[in-house]
């Protein structure tokens, strides 16, 4: 995917932000790029008349001028002379290598439109399969999720809130797990036909490939997340931790396969398409995670686990109900890819996608 100005413009931002010394102006331009990064449309159609930019909240002057410069001369001297200026030009080497393949919300909605990509459209989506609750470090409830789920015309949702394995992010006991799975089948009684909400969970990759739940703890769950949270910062190759997580019985879906973060972290090494020959082997999916700052798998490995047989599984790692929205981003890869429906979890009829979870459960 070529041609994301908006991608573009968000990393010189960040990378000012990276280089100031004021705390202030590093939290402007930090702003500024957020600001950029989730704007509906390419800043080339936001500029007026006279060559300057429409106004935009959250870019004031300086983060204007950068992104003129941008799109007058394809670069911003002034970010780079800040960066050789700041004596941190290795360091923002490493950070722009870190953001290959990201798409900017702009690109995202682009690539929805377009309709001469293949892929998955925006209609076919029938439910999200992560997202976050107030049971572990998301903020909220089951009714909020089954409302705003609804509300987006899904027929189904799996809440995966994290095993008890991961206490930095809250993670969910297996009592406190048997609480939540009534609270679920209560709504399901409520919403009948029109909507199913999935007993899922969000399982830790330890070190060895091992998940953070035992074989039958697993087994009660509907759906079973498995992905890495450590080791992410790693030069190791880790091919045979998550294979053995694959190969683990209950295990769905591989999950933010890479644990990469936008800028930050590469995630896992390892060969990928052996850990995709061993998923489609077992019949696990490979997740899309949708959040703007994982995207994960990105499109070109999301190819390279098409060519493998694979299944997908497309989701919002949604942590508030405004997140859901996330989906978008991991769909735009899909179609970057160019997968087919058939092969998306989500897009199958309800019915279908609970006897595959049965299945795997069994
Ligand atoms: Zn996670």
Not at 88 to 110: K, P
Request: aromatic residues 6%.
């Amino acid at each position: 995917m070529t041609g994301d100005v908006n991608a573009v413009a968000g990393g010189l931002l960040r990378d000012l932000a990276f280089v100031q010394t004021s705390p202030q102006k590093t939290f402007g331009y930090k702003r500024a790029a957020s600001a950029v990064l989730s704007l509906e449309r390419p800043l080339t159609e936001l500029r007026l008349g006279d060559g300057t930019l429409t106004r935009i909240p959250g870019i004031g002057p300086a983060s204007s001028r950068v992104i003129l410069e941008l799109l007058d001369t394809g670069i911003s001297q002034t970010v780079e002379r800040a960066v050789e200026h700041s004596g941190r030009s290795e360091e923002i080497r490493t950070r722009r290598n870190l953001r290959t393949h990201f798409l900017s919300r702009a690109a995202v909605v682009g690539v929805l439109a377009d309709p001469a990509r293949a892929g998955p459209k925006a209609a076919d989506y029938r439910g999200d399969l992560q997202m976050h609750s107030e049971w572990s470090d998301g903020s909220p409830t089951l009714d909020e999720i089954v409302e705003a789920c609804v509300a987006r015309g899904y027929r189904f949702a799996a809440v995966t809130d994290h095993s008890y394995g991961l206490k930095i992010a809250g993670g969910m006991s297996m009592a406190a797990a048997a609480e939540q799975w009534a609270v679920i089948d209560r709504l399901n009684e409520a919403t009948g036909d029109r909507f199913r909400l999935i007993r899922g969970i969000e399982a830790n990759i330890g070190s060895d490939g091992q998940l953070d739940l035992s074989s039958e703890e697993a087994a009660q769950f509907e759906l079973v997340l498995a992905a890495p949270h450590s080791r992410l910062r790693k030069n190791d190759d880790q091919t045979g931790r998550l294979l053995a997580a694959i190969r683990t019985p209950h295990v769905h879906v591989l999950a933010h396969p890479r644990g990469r973060i936008s800028g930050s972290r590469a995630g896992v090494i390892a060969q990928w398409d052996d850990v995709f020959a061993e998923a489609a082997r077992h019949g696990v999916a490979i997740e899309i995670d949708g959040d703007p700052a994982r995207q994960d798998v990105d499109y070109t490995l999301a190819a390279r686990a098409l060519a493998s047989g694979c299944l997908f599984a497309l989701d919002s790692d949604a942590h508030t109900t405004h997140q859901l929205r996330y989906a978008d981003i991991a769909l735009a890869h899909a179609r970057l890819a160019a997968i087919p429906p058939e092969r998306i979890v989500n897009c199958w009829p309800t019915d279908r996608l609970l006897s595959w979870l049965a299945q795997r459960s069994g």
